[in-house]
């Protein structure tokens, strides 16, 4: 006969048995004391054996309420029920919090429903999950089976500053550093206060203006290297990451740029696209359209334009009168730092607050494209300018900026850098169902004619 003793202790294993079955299987996000580390993977959880790299830097998002833990990733495509186990550690807490993420792609679609990319393996990811204590977290532990990677992290908080800061999509094999001179003056003339540039690759020229105004503390420079390979045990079975990742993943680092914003604006724009109003600055007319209503951000249509003489002879003088095409093209915007979600190239992907929306402004998207003429569009004219004011002003500053940094004799950019670029992007275009991988693709044509200013940062993806 059982007694008392044994069928009590029967009762509370079963118990026990119960709660832990009801955490594994919540589809919320599961929270769980976790005083030692297991080795066990659970159903659905990434594991070893998953071809991931994580951005470097975790981030507390306290933008929302309640705040959301948020991972980056380039990977091949999950299940909507797979996640990853993550310990949190705080602050005065001897032991983690245990959390189970979930993660979708940054465009919402894996496989990429967008032609060029459809091919790739590498999507990049984010991973998101609300958390119920925010303050005081240190770092956080990602658990795959015998894999482990450790990320610190930074929080996003609300308090902004006055400003405009542009993000700038992964910088590679760029020589056209007149470009660059125009492009960071114009942006400062309509309000611009910060440029946070992720840099992979440049001619010595190029990399020598970046370094001029990352020595006045007018941009910051993130590393954006080469990715790495998979490690060891499973870097056989799939791509290459270099090999099958669109363009540098630059949805990965626009996406991880709007993050690091602390201005009330944001924008990601190429060295060629300058944002402009009809009148007045462009910070002016953000705040004023902006400011205090359901407005989350203003697009902007394109307008493709040409500047004679060519500012590639290093003169400038022709920035007065920019010449514009009866050409339309993608659009661009300018966002409200504090609301922003996810960005997609051409338009707001979401926003933190439903309420918003995204209002057509009245301006330019200003594209510069060096081939314009190629286009055979006729010209026409319009009223839109880079800068506000004086613009002789701004012309003379930029011819002053340039003695600056190379004397009175500054180089030439050389077309061919272009050419070869463009002509390897075309090759893989035409062998069809190929990724348009321009990083691992393309780095040996780029070699052979030139020695590039690489990024070779290591630890950017763990």
């Known amino acids: 006969m059982i007694n008392f003793r044994t069928t ?42 998953f071809p991931i790299k994580f951005y470097h830097n975790a981030y507390l998002d306290l933008r929302t309420s309640p705040p959301r833990l948020r991972l980056f990733s380039l990977n091949g495509c999950i299940k909507p029920n797979n996640f990853l186990a993550v310990d949190l550690f705080y602050e005065g807490f001897s032991n983690p919090i245990r959390l189970n993420v979930s993660g979708n792609s940054l465009d919402g679609n894996c496989p990429s429903k967008y032609g060029p990319e459809k091919p790739c393996f590498y999507l990049p990811h984010t991973f998101t999950e609300n958390v119920t204590m925010a303050g005081g977290m240190k770092k956080v532990e990602i658990h795959m089976g015998h894999r482990k990677v450790i990320l610190p992290v930074k929080e996003i908080n609300k308090p902004y500053e006055t400003g405009i800061t542009v993000c700038l999509q992964p910088v590679y094999y760029y020589s056209q550093w007149q470009n660059a001179v125009l492009y960071i003056e114009a942006w400062r003339a ?22 001029y105004y990352l020595k006045l503390g007018i941009i910051e420079l993130r590393s954006w290297p080469s990715f790495p390979s998979l490690p060891a045990e499973i870097a056989d079975k799939y791509p290459k990451m270099d090999d099958s990742s669109f363009i540098f993943s630059y949805f990965l680092a626009m996406n991880i740029c709007i993050l690091d914003i602390k201005t009330q604006f944001g924008t990601v724009a190429d060295f060629d696209e300058v944002l402009v109003p009809t009148k007045g600055t462009l910070i002016e007319y953000a705040t004023k359209q902006m400011k205090g209503t359901n407005v989350g951000a203003l697009s902007f249509a394109n307008n493709y334009v040409a500047i004679e003489p060519n500012i590639y002879t290093s003169n400038y003088s022709g920035v007065a009168s920019p010449i514009f095409f009866d050409k339309g093209g993608p659009r661009k915007y300018i966002f409200d730092a504090s609301v922003i979600n996810i960005c997609a190239v051409h338009w707001v992907g979401s926003f933190i607050d439903k309420t918003k ?28 300018r880079f800068f506000p004011g004086n613009v002789s002003y701004h012309i003379e500053n930029m011819h002053k900026t ?12 050389s077309f061919e850098l272009i050419y070869v670029l463009n002509k390897c992007v075309e090759r893989i275009t035409k062998k069809g169902n190929t990724c348009r991988s321009t990083g691992g693709m393309c780095k040996a044509d780029m070699d052979e004619i030139y020695d590039w200013v690489y990024d070779k940062t290591e630890g950017i993806f763990l």
């Not at 946070?196 to 203006?209: G, M, N, P």
């Not at 209002?359 to 494209?369: I, Q, S, T, V, Y």
């Open 8 to 49: 009590f202790l029967l009762l509370a294993l079963v118990s026990v048995f119960f709660m832990f079955t009801y955490i594994l299987s919540s589809e919320k996000a599961r929270y769980y004391l976790s005083p030692e580390i297991s080795e066990n993977v659970l159903l659905d959880q990434l594991n070893a054996s």
């Open 190 to 211: 309509q309000g611009a206060t910060r440029f946070i540039l992720f840099y992979h690759s440049a001619t010595k020229e190029a990399r020598k203006v970046l370094e």
């Open 357 to 384: 929306k995204t209002k057509n402004g009245d301006g330019a998207l200003m594209h510069l494209r060096y081939n314009v003429r190629d286009y055979k569009a006729k010209t026409v004219v319009k009223p839109y």
């Open 402 to 413: 340039t003695r600056e940094i190379f004397g009175n004799n500054p180089p030439t950019v």
